[in-house]
């Protein structure tokens, strides 16, 4: 009688096998607990020994981002790391031998993960739509302005019309649009300006409900714990208020100077607020919705970021699959940092990024 065939390794099966290698046998004096060297690689940015274990996991390994594997490599570079308690070594601090170690090591790492992400296999969750089908990206539509002028090649009867430039949010647009593509390849992705033909596909959201009908009327039909409202505090958007009335719980923008908000030169923005929210969509309830949402633009890109970028992706989707497990309902607000007019990827696991959240017990213990 033929043995029953293994089954094939999962995606990522070679780095886990190889996380857990350094850490059993790469000291041969030493072994280490996940414990410990969770502690050790926290000395900047706290991890859960129980994220070392999902990585480890050969059956379904979890995949760190390249910030982490960097952290490997260099408590692995040097034995000085076991000295006292496991710690990281700065990396001013190595001989040549132990950074010519370090260096080797991050790239046999950054290689086994890139393995990973070049499977057909492999996904990032959030994104990742198994169904296949439509996902629509709405806007909204800066013709509804009064205030814009949006200049000749707007208009649809200028021979060098283009129709993008009456989309609101390019920078969120252009950011989530390819990275949808290319986790979903075989997927049609539309971007539209608030058209109703798309309401029962997936849907993506981005902006606020100044200029995007779809959204307003989206927000109507949803019983969610956060609204827009118009506030004398800023003029430049509408700020996010939790239930309870509009002096409950209100989130607003930061700024650079004691008037800055309050008048139409607000001046420097230096944090913005940005709203990310998973929904079961009420036009079919087999697709999804999801709001990236945001004060000012600022903010949508902060939303959208925060699961498209690869420095944060992939603890930012781990942080949502710990808050709200197996939820397919729920809503952040979160602070997104502006720094040299640049808007900085938001790390959900960072202290103070998420102002609030919903719901609060997903498990509804």
Excluded at 39 to 45: G, H, K, N, V
Excluded at 273 to 292: E, K, Q
Aim: net charge negative; charged share 25%; glycine share 6%.
């Amino acid at each position: 009688m033929a043995e029953p065939l293994e089954p094939p390794d999962a995606p990522g099966a070679s780095l886990a096998r190889r996380l857990r290698e350094l850490r059993r046998s790469y000291f041969p004096d030493a072994k280490l607990t996940q414990l410990q060297l969770a502690q050790a690689l926290s000395d900047d940015d706290p991890v859960a020994d129980s994220t070392l274990s999902s990585w480890e996991n050969i059956r379904a390994p979890a995949v760190p981002p390249h910030n982490r594997l960097s952290a490997y490599a260099q408590f692995f570079a040097t034995e000085r790391s076991l000295e006292g308690k496991p710690h990281l070594v700065p990396l001013d601090e190595l001989s040549l031998a132990e950074e010519k170690a370090r260096k080797e090591l991050e790239r046999e790492l950054f290689k086994l993960r890139d393995e990973v992400a070049d499977s057909p296999s492999s996904s990032h969750g959030f994104w990742r739509f198994e169904d296949g089908a439509p996902i629509s990206i709405i806007c909204s539509d800066l013709r509804k302005s009064d205030e814009l002028e949006l200049g000749p090649l707007s208009e649809e009867d200028n021979p060098n019309y283009a129709e993008l430039y009456s989309f609101g949010d390019l920078d969120a647009l252009f950011d989530l649009h390819g990275h949808l593509r290319a986790t979903n390849p075989n997927t049609p992705v539309h971007m539209r300006r608030g058209a109703t033909r798309d309401l029962p596909n997936h849907l993506v959201v981005l902006g606020g409900i100044a200029w995007n009908e779809v959204t307003r009327r989206l927000n109507d039909l949803l019983d969610l714990p956060i609204r827009q409202i118009e506030s004398e505090k800023i003029h430049s958007g509408e700020v996010f208020v939790t239930e309870g009335g509009p002096d409950y719980g209100q989130f607003v923008p930061r700024w650079r100077g004691d008037n800055a908000g309050t008048s139409r030169k607000p001046g420097v923005l230096l944090e913005d607020v940005g709203m990310l929210a998973r929904l079961p969509n009420p036009y079919n309830a087999l697709r999804t919705l999801t709001y990236c949402n945001g004060i000012h633009s600022r903010g949508v890109l902060g939303a959208v970021r925060c699961l498209t970028d690869p420095a944060v992706r992939d603890d930012n989707e781990r942080f949502l699959e710990e808050t709200f497990p197996d939820s397919d309902r729920f809503v952040i607000l979160i602070r997104v940092p502006v720094l040299g007019g640049q808007t900085i990827s938001p790390s959900l696991k960072s202290p103070g990024t998420v102002l609030f959240q919903w719901p609060d017990d997903p498990l509804g213990n």
